[in-house]
């Protein structure tokens, strides 16, 4: 939703040379971005920012896919 304001409200992105943070991945990381609720949180946010901005069918067809994916066993 940060991204989706500042796209709204006109705001300027870009990429800097250097990472301001540090990140940390653990043994059960990509468990806990896995399962049925985090897909179905993941597609309502995505369709709410496709609807939003208009980015049209290629918008929706990638929430779906993003959604699905999140229901993928994690091996694959």
Known sequence: MLW?????SGCIFGN?????FKFRM???FF???RGLKHA????????EITSRLGYGIKGYVY????????????RL
């Open 40 to 47: 179905q949180s993941i597609l309502r946010l995505r369709l």
């Open 26 to 28: 653990d043994n059960r």
């Open 4 to 8: 989706l304001k500042g796209f709204e």
């Open 63 to 74: 929430a779906y896919l993003y959604a699905l994916a999140k229901l993928m066993p994690k």
């Open 31 to 33: 468990e806990r971005r």
């Open 16 to 20: 800097i040379p250097e990472y301001l």
